[in-house]
């Protein structure tokens, strides 16, 4: 490698550290480590072909071009934390990684929804397990009056009540999201 | 005449690795997988060289085979990559084609997301090349989404796209050989008016052009059933933040959900889109540079450029016969060796060979000699 392909390099580096926190070549190997993968498989997950994998973690080319694999990636990140805490079990991963991998951009007309559900596929799914625990022990009907009780003394309370047990997904979404750190 | 060289083989899956496919084809690497069978680079050993070889059961072979004995000949365009050729073995047939190694445009919205305009014109405009080829041979592809979407490993110089895949193509005005009501093509990539099991005619190839281009611009794939549900009841629907409105105009008139009113020939969509083009105004200069990469791979080990270097040629001179132990050929020829172990019955001993070559009444199937073990 020659003087100016080695700054090319570190000039690119130095953007992934920028807009993904941290080299891709860094990042993707601790994926394929913390995941149990192989170069071949993260490819596939991500859905990126595999000379465009090794050319971002050499360094000799900066940006993730496709915007659904940049949500694919951080994604796998989240996952990747949990399976290395312990919530998550490798069996578990797997089947989440499936999912990421068949996630998507969404349709193109219908572009407001397309940020809203493509954003975060596992926000989603978590919301939606608060949503199912939280009917599974009351109905509708009486979460929301429930919510009513509260909402004088603990209003806070009262709305995590009402949005997850009688809102629309769109909106559990957002509130879990504005609550996230 | 490669229906001569029915003998024995084999061909599927991972397992055929390294065999030979009717005595002619060399199974190397998978390299792709197609809606119903897999595609290998195979050596093809009479001619020397690579090829791409498709493997599909005889049951899903039937419209392939009478679309290469009736067209693949004539249709020679460079934007089109039909079936060479092919060879049937035991219940599988193999279709042969060119080597084209820069994947899909599948595999380029994968890497890329949204192309820029200016690119996609050029895809789209050898697509429709390609297709005015093929129409002209009464030829309807039925099948034209991102993934049939071939391109040859162009790197960063101008793209070449190759349309394949003529799996389920039809001759217009053919009688179908499956039931009416039972829809072919690939879910999402649908004509309305396929959907509603009318006669296979040019403009569905057109309707499915204009989805493709909506994919590479926008980088998603687009919903076709609310696009036409749009389209039906308010009209032609906005252009999509993306599509640059000169672009729009062809696109949307490729989508039209009655095909009397969407482009009538592949021809005429391509002249609408060259005088689009012209509209679209100078390409900006920080435009990410597109890469077609080589997405075969090396070789793998035991295969170099000219061929599997494992199995020099035989000199010339009288007919080889083949070694009997290794047989089926699955791995190169060793010499035999004593049987290790616990296996007290050597085989028997083998019979005389026989030429190579099926036997008239055998079809070409042969015994495996059983070991009493």
Known sequence: MDAAQQEATARARELQRSWYGEPLGALFRRLIDDLGLNQARLASVLGLSAPMLSQLMSGQRAKIGNPAVVQRVQALQELSSQVADGSVSAAEAAERMEEVKKSSGGSVLNSTQTTASSGAPTVRRVVREIQSLLRSVAGAGDIIDAAGTLAPTHPELAEFLRVYGAGRTAEAVAHYEAHQS | MPGRDRCRGSGGDASDMGEVFAGRYELVDPIGRGGVGAVWRAWDQRRRRYVAAKVLQQSDAHTLLRFVREQALRIDHPHVLAPMSWAADDDKVLFTME???????????????????????????????????????????????????????????????????????????????????????????????????????????????????????????????????????????????????????????????????????????????????????????????????????????????????????????????????????????????????????????????????????????????????
Not at chain 2, 234 to 261: C, F, K, R, T
Not at chain 2, 266 to 271: E, P, Q, V
């Open chain 2, 99 to 373: 080597m084209v190694g820069g994947g899909s445009l599948a595999h380029l919205i994968g890497d890329y997301g949204p192309l820029p305009p200016h690119f996609v014109c050029v895809l789209l405009d050898q697509l429709l090349s390609g297709l005015t080829a093929v129409h002209a041979e009464g030829v309807v592809h039925r099948d034209i989404k991102p993934a049939n979407l071939l391109l040859e490993a162009t790197g960063t110089g101008r793209p070449h796209l190759r349309l394949s895949d003529f799996g389920i193509a039809m001759r217009k005005g053919e009688p179908r050989l499956t039931d009416t009501n039972f829809v072919m093509g690939t879910p999402g990539y649908f004509a309305p008016e396929q959907m509603l099991g009318e006669e296979p005619d040019f403009p569905a190839d057109l309707f499915a052009v204009g989805l493709v281009a909506l994919y590479l611009l926008t980088g998603r794939k687009p919903d076709a059933e609310a696009l036409v549900e749009r389209f039906q009841e308010q009209g032609m629907p906005n252009a999509p933040e993306e599509v640059p409105a000169p672009l729009w105009e062809v696109i949307s008139s490729l989508l039209h959900p009655d095909p009397y009113a969407r482009f009538r020939t592949a021809a005429g969509a391509r002249k609408a889109l060259a005088a689009a083009v012209e509209l679209l105004g100078e390409r900006p200069a920080d435009e990410e540079e597109i890469e077609v990469f080589d997405q075969l791979g090396p070789l793998p080990p035991g295969f170099g450029p000219e061929g599997p270097e494992r199995h020099p040629m035989p000199p010339p001179g009288p007919p080889q016969v083949p070694p009997r132990p290794n047989y089926p050929p699955t791995r190169p020829y060793t010499a035999p060796q004593p049987v290790p172990g616990p296996c007290r019955h050597p085989r028997p001993a083998r019979p005389r060979r026989r030429p190579y070559g099926p036997r008239a009444g055998t079809r070409g199937r042969r015994r495996r000699w059983p070991s009493p073990c």
